[in-house]
T-cell receptor, first 113, second 115 residues
Framework: NAGVTQTPKFQVLKTGQSMTLQCAQD?????MYWYRQDPGMGLRLIYY???????DKGEVPNGYNVSRLNKREFSLRLESAAPSQTSVYFC?????FGHGGYTFGSGTRLTVV | QQQVKQSPQSLIVQKGGISIINCAYE??????FPWYQQFPGKGPALLIA?????SEKKEGRFTISFNKSAKQFSLHIMDSQPGDSATYFC??????????????FGKGTKLSVKP
């Protein structure tokens, strides 16, 4: 039971570089989410996909884009990384949008220098 | 109205003691209140959840108390153990909320249980 798989686990980027964080779930969940976690700030929603084919902005979407590739996969792209995007990024999924248990991946620790 | 306020930010409890974490919300449309537990280096994991039609839910040593009139809910950890040391997040959402139906998280409480 893999649950939610995120890759990579760690990444160091230079300012201005781009990268894509990958997320896949094997639970046939309809909804997927991207959060960032910073000390003292809790979990902040970046983007979400309530169902396959839809994506919407969350609380902190600036500097990010997402793609819901299919029901299983939801990627997060940083087009031009900035030091302010240094954070731990979590992908999550749920059977129903906003309800039920969210299953989180183990996170990607990103450092932008 | 979308905020969930969590306190305290950090908590130190002796082994065997009771840990209490509180959350307050403003949006009366919220109807689902879960708690998540996060260990260092891991993602949050669902611990226990409650709906507003009950005032208390217990699972093992973990209990959620819910006060609808005060718009508050709390997590009680009985007989706290060092293995309970983690960060705890409360959250809230509303069914059929459409674009407003996202799960809203509190900022977290770091619990340390001393042996």
């Amino acid at each position: 039971n893999a649950g939610v798989t995120q890759t990579p686990k760690f990444q160091v980027l230079k300012t201005g570089q781009s990268m894509t964080l990958q997320c896949a779930q094997d639970m046939n969940h309809n909804s997927m989410y991207w959060y960032r976690q910073d000390p003292g700030m809790g979990l902040r929603l970046i983007y979400y996909s309530a169902s396959e084919g839809t994506t919407d902005k969350g609380e902190v979407p600036n500097g990010y884009n997402v793609s819901r590739l299919n029901k299983r996969e939801f990627s997060l792209r940083l087009e031009s990384a900035a030091p302010s995007q240094t954070s731990v990024y979590f992908c999550a999924s749920s059977e129903a949008f906003g309800h039920g248990g969210y299953t989180f991946g183990s996170g990607t620790r990103l450092t932008v220098v | 109205q979308q905020q969930v306020k969590q306190s305290p930010q950090s908590l130190i409890v002796q082994k065997g003691g009771i840990s209490i974490i509180n959350c307050a919300y403003e949006n009366t449309a919220f109807d689902y209140f879960p708690w998540y537990q996060q260990f260092p280096g891991k993602g949050p994991a669902l611990l226990i959840a409650i709906r507003p039609d009950v005032s208390e839910k217990k699972e093992g040593r973990f209990t959620i108390s819910f006060n609808k009139s005060a718009k508050q809910f709390s997590l009680h950890i009985m007989d706290s153990q060092p293995g309970d040391s983690a960060t705890y997040f409360c959250a809230a959402s509303r069914r059929y909320g459409g674009s407003q139906g996202n799960l809203i998280f509190g900022k977290g409480t770091k619990l340390s249980v001393k042996p």
